[in-house]
């Protein structure tokens, strides 16, 4: 040992190092130093035989090394390394050896933490007594083609971290794959090959443990696995329809993009599904989930195929669970209470839809659903936004809730563009939007409301005729662009308020016939067309 602020002693060069009876390297033993008495920069070979442990960096950033029995970090020179009797592979043991292709260290029982990452020539590793692997072992190895491990049961996270070239893994007594342990980080420069793997025992699956893997198109025997983390399989687009019998549970986005799967999946035990599951899942003809009760935001949308769906007891669907699953062509879900927003949204096919049940719709559940004609949903209880807007071929609707709706909810039938009647009984207040591009409305009367919302009647040009005779205050736009209105009648006695801009167009009120309660507060005192500094085509008495 040498104090740091001494004068290093003149350094002898180190060419070989045999010696046959160590057992133990310690931490920094060997590392190229000039505070050391020995040179390593110009170490061809070392032999040690019986070593069964290797320190920290013991030989770090030796380069010359050519032929070596150890393992060193940051050795870029060693083409191949044999160590016999190493039981123990320590924390970034042979880290860095870049120049690396075959390491022969038969009786190893442990590889720590990353242990082997970044050894870029390895191309092949088999730890026949190997019974745990650290965390990024083998990460960054991207000339890795197989790896045998028959002892090993337990993997650390990232194992395999942008193994590009791995096409061969024997794990037969891993139960559980790691989070990240085939994961391809650097998915815009490394391409995986791996195309099967086996997974005979394995019950759980981490996170991103496959993300990536577009290679990837069987998986042997996934029957035990019972779980399955977010972005297990994230996009991995050649992966054939795996066994989903005894999956109950699994992470967001864990089967996304999965482009393989075909025809129908059967989920007999899933009961708690993660955000987005199979979204993008294109060629899916058929789900069948007899236990799930509640699904998951996006679970299905984008699974253009999708045509029929088998979820006996399911009570709630999630905001767009089937967003543009276009192979759908009807909704018969019985046990359904809730609906979410979007739900069903560009669903383009569906032309009939049995809901008996559903107590709560949230807004564009059926939004661009064109074929739909007639709803029916007789135990609904609370809206949440606009429930129908969207629905373009709507011409009539069985809803009793709203026959005492009171408040309604914006956007309730935007762009209901089939719709010639609405009928609103107990409405008082009318939310922005609620009756926005109504293109087939020609006349609505409603008899309780007080305030229109902004933009609430605007955009449907061929409304002729609105009967408001209690409302008192309407909002911005609210008759922006109907250009065929010609009756607007408003019988409130006191005070009526507009909005700067509630006509947007002196066209409009020119060309329509305005009455005003006569008892009124409202009616002009004098004779003539003005009224709120708008000039009318005529000024009448309301009459109910």
């Known amino acids: 040992m040498y104090d740091a602020g001494s004068r290093a002693p003149k350094q002898t060069k180190l060419e070989e190092l045999n010696a046959p009876e160590v057992t133990s390297v310690g931490v920094n033993a060997f590392r190229n130093s000039v505070l050391t008495a020995v040179n390593n920069s110009s170490?061809?070979?070392v032999h040690l035989p019986k070593v069964q442990t290797i320190g920290e960096r013991a030989f770090s950033d030796l380069w010359t090394l050519e032929e070596a029995g150890s393992a060193f970090f940051y050795c870029?020179?060693?083409t191949s390394i044999s160590l016999p009797k190493l039981k123990t592979a320590g924390e970034s043991c042979f880290a860095y050896s870049t120049k690396l292709t075959q390491i022969d260290i038969p009786n190893v029982e442990k590889l720590e933490k990353m242990?082997?990452?970044?050894?870029?020539?390895?191309?092949s590793f088999s730890g026949e007594k190997v019974e745990s692997?650290?965390?990024?072992?083998f990460e960054r190895c991207y000339a890795l083609k197989e790896v045998s491990f028959p002892a090993a049961t337990a993997f650390g996270s990232g194992c395999f971290i942008d193994c590009e070239s791995l096409t061969k893994v024997n794990i037969p007594l891993c139960t559980a794959i790691s989070d990240k342990m085939f994961f391809i980080a650097q998915a815009s420069v490394c391409t995986s090959t791996l195309k099967t793997i086996d997974l005979s025992n394995i019950t759980t699956i981490g996170t991103s443990a496959f993300e990536g893997c577009k290679a990837l198109e069987d998986v042997v025997d996934f029957s035990k696995v019972t779980t399955v983390g977010a972005r297990a399989f994230y996009e991995c687009i050649t992966l054939r329809t795996v066994d989903l019998s005894n999956v109950t549970a699994t992470g967001d986005y864990a089967f996304f993009r999965c482009w393989g799967f075909t025809g129908e999946l059967?989920?007999?035990?899933?009961?708690?599904p993660g955000k987005y599951l199979f979204r993008e899942c294109k060629n899916i003809t058929k789900v069948s989930a007899p236990v799930l009760e509640n699904m998951s935001l996006y679970m299905f949308a984008e699974c253009t195929a999708l045509a029929d769906i088998d979820m006996p007891v399911l009570k709630k669907v999630e905001n767009f669970s089937f967003n543009k699953c276009e192979g759908l062509t009807k909704v018969d879900m019985p046990t359904v209470e809730t609906i979410i927003a979007g739900g069903f949204s560009g669903c383009v096919n569906i032309a009939t839809v049995n809901l008996p049940n559903v107590k709560s719709i949230g807004g564009t559940v059926f939004n661009n659903c064109s074929l739909i004609t007639s709803i029916s949903l007789p135990a609904l209880q609370t809206f949440t936004g606009g429930a129908f807007s969207g629905m373009t071929g709507l011409t009539s609707y069985d809803v009793p809730l709203l026959g005492t709706l009171e408040t309604v909810p914006s956007s309730l039938f935007q762009n209901c563009k089939s719709l010639t009647a609405i009928d609103l009984p107990a409405a008082k207040d009318?939310?922005?939007?609620?009756?926005?591009?109504?293109?087939?409305?020609e006349s609505i009367s409603l008899p309780n409301v007080e305030k229109v919302g902004n933009f609430c009647f605007s955009e449907n040009p061929k409304l002729k005729e609105v009967d408001l005779p209690k409302a008192t205050s309407l909002g911005t736009k609210a008759f922006d662009k109907c250009t065929a209105l010609t009756t607007l009648k408003l019988g409130a006695t006191t005070a009526i308020t507009l909005a700067n801009d509630t006509f947007t167009s002196a066209d409009v009120p020119a060309?329509?016939?305005?009455f005003l309660n006569a008892a009124g507060v409202e009616y002009p005192t004098a004779a003539g067309q003005q009224w709120k500094n708008l000039t009318w085509k005529s000024i009448a008495s309301y009459i109910p």
Request: one cysteine or more; glycine letters at 14%; aromatic letters at 2%.
């Open 43 to 45: 170490l061809r070979t």
């Open 76 to 78: 870029g020179g060693p």
């Open 115 to 123: 242990a082997m990452y970044a050894c870029n020539g390895l191309l």
């Open 133 to 137: 692997v650290g965390a990024q072992c």
């Open 266 to 272: 059967n989920m007999p035990k899933l009961t708690a």
């Open 430 to 441: 009318l939310g922005m939007n609620a009756i926005r591009g109504c293109d087939a409305l």
């Open 511 to 514: 060309a329509c016939n305005l």
